[in-house]
């Protein structure tokens, strides 16, 4: 497609359950990087993948968070046991050039945890 | 650690008023500094970049110009549309001393913006 891709849009679950969230980036670009936006917040950084590989997973709040990205286009990111406090909308964006340092966002997944 | 702090909103302002965003920053390399804009419904979109002291970015009518010894970006507009209705993002981009950067961002907290005909 033309943008970034993020599916599903809206993921209602309840606390403890196990949640997947997808994204697929701009065609071609190698770098894809995963925030959270909480309410009345700007997106917090989670993990950055360059190809298949996450090469800067330091914004992950904890190991119930994972993210994959198998063949260097669609990313995964998972989370098991949700609690209320992941509620938040997961942002992706992708990139091209690392040179220009423009993201190119995706309308995100709001996900809320009952 | 770097970190991205806007004034506080939300704005409202008539059309054709004159718009500031102040936005100062604090960060351990040579940033690049964005605004990015979230207008209703829609994704994040780069309004406007710069990469270096004392550029300029502007786009739509928008412009901000990068001051190191202020470790500022104020986005300015000098005469808002009910269009321009959205949530203004200031971000930046730490390349760190060796001069490269993969895209990390750090976005200060949004200021909502609304304008009334």
């Known amino acids: 497609g033309a943008g970034v891709s993020q599916t599903p849009s809206n993921k209602v679950t309840e606390k403890g359950k196990y949640v997947e969230l997808r994204c697929d980036p701009i065609s071609g670009h190698t770098a894809l990087y995963w925030y959270r936006q909480s309410l009345g917040q700007g997106p917090e950084f989670l993990i950055y993948?360059?190809?298949?590989?996450?090469?800067?997973d330091s914004g992950l709040p904890n190991d119930r968070f994972f993210a994959v990205r198998p063949e260097g286009s669609v990313s995964t990111l998972k989370i098991q046991r949700t609690e209320r406090g992941d509620s938040a909308v997961y942002l992706c964006?992708?990139?091209?050039?690392?040179?220009?340092?423009?993201?190119?966002f995706g309308e995100g997944s709001r996900l809320t945890v009952l | 650690g770097d970190s991205v702090t806007q004034m506080e909103g939300p704005v409202t302002l008539s059309e054709e008023a004159f718009l500031t965003i102040n936005c100062t920053y604090t960060a351990t390399g040579y940033p690049s500094l964005f605004w990015y804009v979230q207008y209703p419904g829609e994704g994040l979109q780069l309004l406007l970049k710069a990469t270096k002291a004392d550029d300029k970015g502007s786009n739509k009518g928008f412009e901000a110009t990068y001051r190191k010894e202020t470790t500022s970006f104020h986005l300015e507009k000098g005469s808002v549309q009910v269009s321009d209705s959205a949530v203004y993002f200031c971000?930046?981009?730490?390349?760190?001393?060796?001069?490269?950067?993969?895209?990390?961002?750090?976005f200060g907290q949004g200021t909502i913006l609304t304008v009334h005909p």
């Open positions: 971000a930046l981009s730490d390349s760190g001393a060796g001069g490269t950067s993969y895209g990390k961002l750090t």
């Open positions: 964006a992708s990139r091209s050039d690392r040179a220009t340092g423009e993201l190119f």
């Open positions: 993948f360059q190809g298949t590989g996450a090469a800067d």
